[in-house]
């Protein structure tokens, strides 16, 4: 169970990454100083590159992720999004974050993590 659980959780955070890999909307914020200063890289990262780069994106998984969101009722997807997608809105990270999740959502604890455990199994069932 721990296994599966692992692989379903890489797959839901995968779809999140896909969720956010889309456009900015609006215009972009700026990534840098538009002074001559702004080109200056210091001589401590010459020659190294980080990796720390995000994992990759599996589109296809996304995909079938995507389907199974966009299946689930509106409350359903609203506490998929509360606990994946916009946790520091619903405040999902805090100590207490589930009872805060659920009253974001405007639903109890108990169906809040009802909702959750359905969205997982049915996200399952589209994978195997």
């Known amino acids: 169970m ?3 659980a692992d692989w379903l959780n890489h797959e839901i955070r995968n779809w999140v990454r896909w969720c956010y890999s889309g456009p900015y909307p609006g215009p972009l914020p700026p990534t840098h100083c538009t002074s001559l200063e702004g080109g200056y890289v210091s001589e401590a990262y010459w020659g190294s590159e980080p990796d720390d780069r995000p994992p990759p994106i599996f589109v296809e998984h996304a995909l079938i ?5 966009d299946s689930l009722t509106l409350i359903e ?3 998929v999004k509360a606990e994946y997608i916009n ?3 619903s405040k999902r990270w ?3 974050g589930l ?10 604890v108990p169906a809040y993590e009802a909702m959750i455990l359905r ?3 049915a996200i399952a069932r589209a994978f195997s």
Do not use: I, L, P
């Not at 992720?65 to 969101?69: G, I, N």
């Open 119 to 121: 969205a997982r199994q």
């Open 94 to 96: 805090r100590e207490n």
């Open 99 to 108: 009872a805060a999740a659920a009253r974001y959502v405007g639903v109890s």
């Open 65 to 69: 992720v995507q389907r199974v969101f």
């Open 77 to 79: 997807r609203q506490t």
């Open 2 to 4: 721990e296994k599966a």
């Open 87 to 89: 946790v520091y809105d």
